[in-house]
């Protein structure tokens, strides 16, 4: 499965990423996060590339963890996340770029959804398009 959704926020891009780049804010934004937690630091200390964030969601009731290790970590420019652990493979891609009405953001999320969901990929592929707009679209009002 492959999903790119963009939005334009009327704000910088520092502004912008130094929200969205901050795991203390991903419960704040991103659709479906109900916690987040910086559970590995970087090589050298704090955040950035080798940084581990363990993020908390209830689907149907059920607590689902993954922990995503930062592979790549350039602000304000961008972010790549990759599932170190979880129900499945998953990379996430977060990129702010100038724009003409502020910040061009990006998410773009790659997933083996395995065997037994492939048959449901378009499906998936609709609801996770559909929580990524919503994720952009809180990150614009929680900026706003």
Same mark, same amino acid.
């Given at each position: 499965?492959?999903?790119?959704?963009?939005?334009?926020?009327?704000?910088?891009?520092?502004?912008?990423?130094?929200?969205?780049?901050?795991?203390?804010?991903? *419960? @704040?934004?991103?659709? +479906?996060?109900?916690?987040?937690?910086?559970?590995?630091? %970087?090589? !050298?200390?704090?955040?950035?590339? =080798?940084?581990?964030?363990?993020?908390?969601?209830?689907?149907?009731?059920?607590?689902?963890?993954?922990?995503?290790?930062?592979?790549?970590?350039?602000?304000?420019?961008?972010?790549?996340?990759?599932?170190?652990?979880?129900?499945?493979?998953?990379?996430?891609?977060?990129?702010? *770029? @100038?724009?003409?009405? +502020?910040?061009?953001?990006?998410?773009?999320?790659?997933? %083996?959804? !395995?065997?037994?969901?492939?048959? =449901?990929?378009?499906?998936?592929?609709?609801?996770?398009?559909?929580?990524?707009?919503?994720?952009?679209?809180?990150?614009?009002?929680?900026?706003?």
């Amino acid at each position: 499965m492959d999903v790119r959704v963009e939005q334009v926020i009327a704000s910088p891009p520092e502004r912008v990423a130094g929200y969205a780049m901050d795991w203390r804010h991903d *419960a @704040e934004w991103i659709n +479906g996060i109900h916690s987040a937690e910086l559970s590995a630091e %970087a090589d !050298g200390g704090g955040f950035g590339t =080798g940084a581990e964030i363990t993020r908390t969601s209830y689907i149907l009731g059920r607590r689902i963890d993954y922990v995503f290790q930062v592979v790549d970590y350039a602000p304000p420019g961008r972010i790549e996340l990759r599932a170190v652990a979880g129900p499945f493979p998953m990379d996430s891609t977060f990129q702010f *770029a @100038e724009h003409a009405g +502020g910040t061009l953001a990006s998410i773009h999320v790659r997933a %083996a959804a !395995g065997r037994y969901l492939r048959i =449901g990929i378009p499906v998936l592929r609709t609801v996770v398009r559909s929580s990524l707009r919503r994720s952009l679209r809180a990150l614009a009002r929680n900026l706003g």
